[in-house]
């Protein structure tokens, strides 16, 4: 089968497209034939390679997977549409827990045939083409779970750090759902209107604005209810100082950096709760789907490649020229 492999950390030139053999089938595991598999930051930061964090070569990334079962088990058929939800856990409350695709023992999407675990197979919703049911598994997943632990309520308003990404766009297209008021910030001016169409009441292009005072500026000096941070270290303290008393700052990511120096008097004077969010639950997952059909919600797709282009894939999602989700075309 046609894979993407990586040997070794590094930049994207170490993404090897090639012939490997298929694992052979294992018990309680299911057989997916991938056609698409959306590109994320996750797959850069394991590319890279983390401190801590350990994973074997030859490995394969991809975590947002869409296919279709190779093989029947349970009430799931041969030839099936499935999304692979992409946390493997174990404990109560969890202790263990690990990515597919990620700094996990189970290689990704980034090959023609997978094997996962059973109990990670959900069924496609028919209302999504293969390329946007891929695209909801981690960005939209998280931003869902991001949305609900900000308890935020309808009318509400909302700071969504970059728009253009995967994240960004997702909690702006399920906020605006939702009936909150959103805020974003952008890199760039060519990425305002983009940002607007989504939902967002209030773009705020950080290249040529400060981020502080123009949040400040446009909630009367109130604050925000809830910021959606996913992007590190670098936003952290903006993000405290514009949230009105009592706000909260929801965290997923650290793109930026994991470690922030924040300002310890804004955020005890705030009353500020700083709320940790990881991938939605499987059950989430589920629900988010039905949530986007009620509601008409389809993802933000930005650009499909073909699995032998994925340097160009990755390149792009380094520089940060996308706008949406980018997405691997893996087979047909």
């Given at each position: 089968m046609k894979a993407v492999v990586i040997r070794k950390h590094g930049g994207p030139e170490v993404l090897s497209y090639e012939e490997i053999e298929e694992s052979q089938p294992t018990k309680d595991h299911a057989i997916v034939k991938v056609s698409h598999c959306a590109v994320n930051h996750l797959d850069i930061w394991v590319r890279n390679g983390l401190p801590g964090k350990q994973v074997s070569f030859p490995h394969i990334l991809g975590c947002d997977i869409c296919g279709t079962l190779v093989h029947g088990f349970g009430n799931f058929k041969k030839g099936e549409k499935?999304?692979?939800?992409?946390?493997?856990?174990?404990?109560?409350?969890?202790?263990?827990?690990?990515?597919?695709?990620?700094?996990?023992?189970?290689?990704?999407?980034y090959a023609e045939i997978i094997q996962v675990p059973q109990k990670n197979i959900v069924k496609k919703p028919?209302?999504?083409?293969?390329?946007?049911?891929c695209a909801l598994n981690v960005s939209y997943l998280t931003a869902w779970n991001m949305l609900e632990r900000s308890k935020c309520k309808k009318g509400d308003t909302i700071l969504v750090w970059g728009a253009n990404s995967g994240v960004g766009s997702a909690a702006i297209l399920l906020a605006k759902a939702k009936g909150f008021k959103i805020i974003t910030v952008v890199s760039s001016e060519s990425k305002t209107g983009s940002a607007k169409k989504l939902g967002a009441e209030f773009v705020i292009d950080r290249s040529k604005l400060d981020v502080t005072s123009q949040v400040l500026k446009y909630t009367n000096h109130v604050g925000v209810d809830a910021v959606i941070d996913h992007v590190g270290a670098k936003t952290w303290p903006v993000s405290i100082e514009v949230l009105k008393v009592g706000g909260r700052m929801v965290v997923c990511g650290t793109t930026t950096g994991?470690?922030?120096?924040?300002?310890?008097?804004?955020?005890?004077?705030?009353?500020?709760?700083?709320i940790g969010a990881y991938l939605g639950s499987k059950s989430q997952l589920i629900a988010l789907h039905k949530f986007m059909k009620l509601k008409k919600i389809k993802p933000i797709?930005?650009?499909?490649?073909?699995?032998?282009?994925?340097?160009?894939?990755?390149?792009?999602?380094?520089?940060?020229s996308q706008f949406g989700k980018i997405i691997l075309k893996v087979s047909s």
């Open positions: 499935v999304v692979v939800y992409p946390a493997v856990e174990s404990g109560v409350p969890r202790v263990s827990f690990s990515i597919i695709g990620g700094f996990s023992k189970y290689c990704g999407g028919d209302w999504f083409t293969d390329a946007e049911a994991a470690d922030a120096n924040i300002n310890i008097r804004t955020f005890y004077s705030k009353e500020a709760n700083i797709i930005d650009s499909v490649f073909d699995l032998r282009d994925t340097q160009l894939a990755h390149k792009k999602m380094e520089n940060g």
